[in-house]
């Protein structure tokens, strides 16, 4: 059988996805040139014909973990914003240990190498992105009339993104019963409640 030859833009894609998984396996230090090629199934050299070098190819997978990130907060598309916000927050825990090898895992590890590597300021513009569409969400609620208008939005959108992080660190650790026991659900429902408007018909769901 003649192998496929594979476009530029096919193999950049999977060098990033194979760099993702040997950082969270190996953590961002530990994500040698000849690890990822490894992984990817081609020769040290052969990276340099898609990326100038290990910085370009780290952020090349920054950039698909912040796609699958987008991708998540894009799964509901829900017209009353209370109930999308809902169902982004029961949604992020399959979809991030449906890609626990391709997103949690290598998350933390970015987390931890950032304040002394040059990822930091794209690891801050990322983290800004996440936060800035629950507050659009927030802000398209308040129009909708069905979340409060007094809300201090930067504080809620922090603590609903404060639950998905605590959802991938319990991931990480193995306590499970944080997420299947709907402990985090009913963190988000908790959440909502307190900022719904009044006369909204909304009730929570995890009680």
Known sequence: MVPV???????????????????GEYGVQGATMSRIAEAVGISGPALYKHYAGRTEILEAALDLLQQRVRSWLESSDHPDAVERLRELGAGHASTAAANYEGMVAPLFEFVAASPRSQLKEQMGRRQRETLQRFIDILEEGQRQGTIRGDIDKLVVAWSLLGVTWVENVAMLEGVDEFISDGVSARMVDGILQGIVAPGSVWSPRNR
Not at 12 to 23: D, N, S
């Open 5 to 23: 030859r594979k476009s530029r833009e096919e193999r950049r894609a999977e060098i990033a996805a194979a760099t993702l998984k040997v950082v």
